[in-house]
């Protein structure tokens, strides 16, 4: 393609835009809301996800070991714990080491004198979070395991909620995507509608099909481009206020952070120009059948 | 042979029957009337050149080429060799005359020198270069249609296809169309005219091809309009 093509292509496009000028503000500004609710929605679910994965990861299984198991039994069990498919670390906690931390919790002079009532224990990370409940199971069944503890019912939960919230979030993804497409697409059918007479000829005269649809292809891509980043701006001084605000009031939440949020700007500027080229790319194909 | 058609028909869909078993040659540099009353079938007959219909039955060659078998990509580049004139002018109003003409060159992807060179000769050709920045709205309806043989013409086209191109003139405008047509026609470019100009095709003593509800009825050398 020549450069001089390429140059005509770009001016055919702004020439367009400037001449719907009201159309071309109306569909920026709708792609920039659909973007924006999109975007919301997306941040909202993404630090969702985020929490949902700090608290996952902080579960872990607690099997408390029978008194009367002696060393060796001990280190067998160590290894058959280890054995289980989906666990990734297990950490011996013995007698001591559990009142040290009791202790440190509690404060040293309240235990003072008294004999140690805490068990041998195994503190047991699994690979996936989703395993938690399977792996609990089956140290359960090991010889010498008194009782197993995790998070039952609250990683289930958890799950059951993160689960849902990717699902919502999916659906409401591409609904707003689709009205971005129709809208961008309606504005692109005015400027190929009222161009129609020019497309026509261009078309006798020898004009390729994409010769004909570029201009309006990057018209769709430039309105696209234009309404998310008019979205993002939004979006970026939003976040950043609810952002400081939860940091101030409760910072125990973790949330991710603003610079991750630059990272999904891109694909939602990507998003958006894509919208737009598919848009007008809807709207140009019925034009070309001369 | 620049154009053959072998048992072409042409059937719309809902059944209208425009074309009927169409045999005809047409030569490299010949001038060719097509006349007819409305609905014979000319007009069908044009479209299927330019391949803006596609037979329903037989071949047309296009310089050898099979172009009923022709894929839709290909299709912009039989049209590059061929200039097409309509009754309506079909100008661009809000370009003007010298950029209607260079429109024609922009969208074959010309270079800016050829551009340059190209347009104001090919306005002169047509005695319009003195217009050359007026708009289309400006012009006369004869001068709006010379604007329109020069774009189809600025891009060196072997044939040049006009439907009634006089059909929105008056008589003594219609006159000079048709020498202008003639003359681009001595210059080598082969020509086609579908027409209902009874008068103009009488004296001009071109080979007339006359069509009746879809059939070719008459294909004489040096003819008149007909009956």
């Not at chain 1, 055919?12 to 709708?30: D, H, K, T, Y």
């Not at chain 1, 998070?151 to 289930?156: N, S």
């Not at chain 2, 059937?11 to 097509?34: C, H, M, R, T, W």
Request: glycine share 8%; net charge positive.
């Amino acid at each position: 393609m020549k450069l001089r093509t390429i140059r005509y292509f770009f001016k055919e496009a702004f020439v367009n835009l400037f001449r719907n000028g009201w159309m071309s503000l109306a569909s920026i500004g709708a792609v920039a809301s659909a973007l924006i609710i999109f975007g919301s929605f997306l941040m909202i679910s993404i630090n969702f996800d985020y929490i949902a994965k700090n608290v996952e990861s902080q579960v872990e299984i607690t099997a408390y070991v029978e008194d009367s198991v002696d060393k060796l039994r001990l280190n067998q069990i160590e290894l058959g714990i280890k054995s289980i498919d989906g666990v990734k670390e297990v950490v011996f906690v013995s007698k001591e080491k559990a009142l040290e931390e009791f202790k440190k919790q509690v404060g040293e002079e309240l235990l003072e004198g008294i004999e140690n009532p805490l068990p041998n224990s195994f503190r047991i990370k699994v690979e996936t979070p989703q395993e938690v409940a399977g792996v609990a199971e089956r140290i359960q069944k090991i010889d010498g395991i008194e009782e197993v503890k995790y998070g039952k019912g609250v990683v289930e939960k958890l799950f059951k909620i993160t689960y849902w919230m990717r699902l919502v979030g999916l659906a409401v993804m591409a609904i707003f995507a689709a009205i971005s497409v129709f809208i961008i697409s309606n504005t692109i059918r005015i400027t190929v509608f009222s161009r129609r007479r020019e497309i026509s000829i261009m078309k006798y005269i020898g004009a390729t099909d994409w010769f004909v649809r570029w201009p309006f292809l990057l018209e769709g891509m430039i309105l696209g481009f234009s309404g998310s980043l008019i979205a993002i701006a939004l979006l970026a001084a939003g976040y950043s206020y609810l952002y400081n605000m939860v940091k101030l009031n409760v910072p125990m939440i973790p949330l991710l952070r603003l610079e991750e949020f630059y990272d999904y700007s891109l694909g939602l500027l990507l998003m958006g120009t894509f919208l737009g080229a598919f848009g007008s790319g809807f709207s140009v194909r019925r034009f070309l059948r001369v | 042979m620049l154009i053959e058609m072998y048992g072409v028909t042409k059937i719309y869909p809902g059944g209208q029957v425009a074309l009927k078993d169409i045999n005809l040659k047409i030569s490299k540099g010949e001038f060719v009337f097509i006349v007819g009353p409305s609905g014979a079938g000319k007009s069908t007959l044009i479209k299927l050149i330019f391949r803006e219909e596609v037979p329903t039955r037989g071949q047309i060659f296009f310089a050898g080429k099979n172009i009923s078998r022709l894929k839709r990509r290909e299709v912009p580049y039989l049209r590059r060799r061929i200039g097409i004139v309509f009754q309506d002018f079909r100008l661009l109003p809000e370009k003007t005359v010298y950029e209607n003409v260079a429109f024609a060159m922009e969208v074959v992807e010309a270079s800016y020198k050829d551009i340059k060179r190209k347009v104001p000769q090919t306005l002169e050709r047509v005695g319009l270069l003195h217009k050359a920045n007026a708009r289309p709205s400006e012009l006369s309806g004869g001068e709006q249609q010379r604007v329109a043989l020069a774009r189809a013409l600025v891009n060196n086209p072997d044939i040049l296809v006009a439907d009634e191109p006089t059909g929105n003139l008056d008589p003594d405008t219609s006159w000079d169309i048709m020498n202008y047509l003639d003359d681009i026609n001595k210059r080598g470019t082969t020509i086609i005219v579908a027409t209902h100009a009874r008068e103009l095709v009488d004296s001009m003593k071109k080979r007339v091809i006359q069509l009746e509800k879809g059939s070719l009825v008459r294909d004489e050398e040096r003819g008149v309009y007909g009956k």
